[in-house]
């Protein structure tokens, strides 16, 4: 304003607005209001959806890392039982070869104590030995005849001469007797 203006009283009227615009314009601001809340509902709807799309995206991500952590945790468990069955067949093998090396030692020793036992004297003197306790010896036609060394060859002469099966109960006079059986 101007200087030494001075505003004293201001007016102003209120216009009178025909019944018919005033109720247009009642409608309009009526429908901007609606228009204006079914903005913001539908907002608020995107906004739901797209905390509910969050959540959702939220929860899978999460199911996915769990199922990658047990399924880490399940090729680590695999892991070990494989190690550890390696472990135990590689212990349970080297238990079974060293037996087999005992058994082979074992048998091995044997057969060289027993080839150092079992010279030809040996075995002649066992076969001896065992004639020997046999108590019974049958003489005749039908059983094969039996070889005596030294004394005996008399005693079976006799039982020949005679033409009769003869039993002869006691042996140990034949303890150096050799005998040869042929069937």
Do not use: C, W
């Amino acid at each position: 304003m101007a200087p030494g203006l001075f505003v004293q009283v201001v007016r102003v009227t209120k216009p009178k607005i025909p019944e018919a615009i005033r109720h247009n314009y009642e409608q309009m601001k009526a429908e901007k209001t609606k228009l204006l809340v079914a903005t913001q509902h539908q907002k608020v709807v995107e906004k739901e959806a797209e905390t509910q799309r969050k959540k959702a995206v939220i929860e899978a991500e999460k199911k996915a890392q769990v199922a990658a952590i047990m399924h880490k945790q399940t090729i680590a468990e695999k892991e070990t039982q494989k190690k550890i069955s390696k472990l135990e067949d590689e212990s349970h093998l080297s238990s079974e070869k060293a037996k087999a090396d005992a058994g082979f030692y074992r048998a091995h020793k044997a057969a060289e104590a027993n080839r150092l036992l079992l010279t030809p004297e040996y075995l002649e003197l066992k076969q001896i030995e065992a004639i020997a306790k046999n108590n019974k010896i049958f003489y005749g036609q039908d059983i094969p005849s039996a070889f005596f060394h030294s004394e005996a060859a008399a005693a079976q002469s006799v039982a020949r001469a005679h033409g009769m099966l003869t039993e002869i109960v006691s042996f140990q006079f034949l303890l150096p007797v050799l005998f040869s059986f042929t069937l």
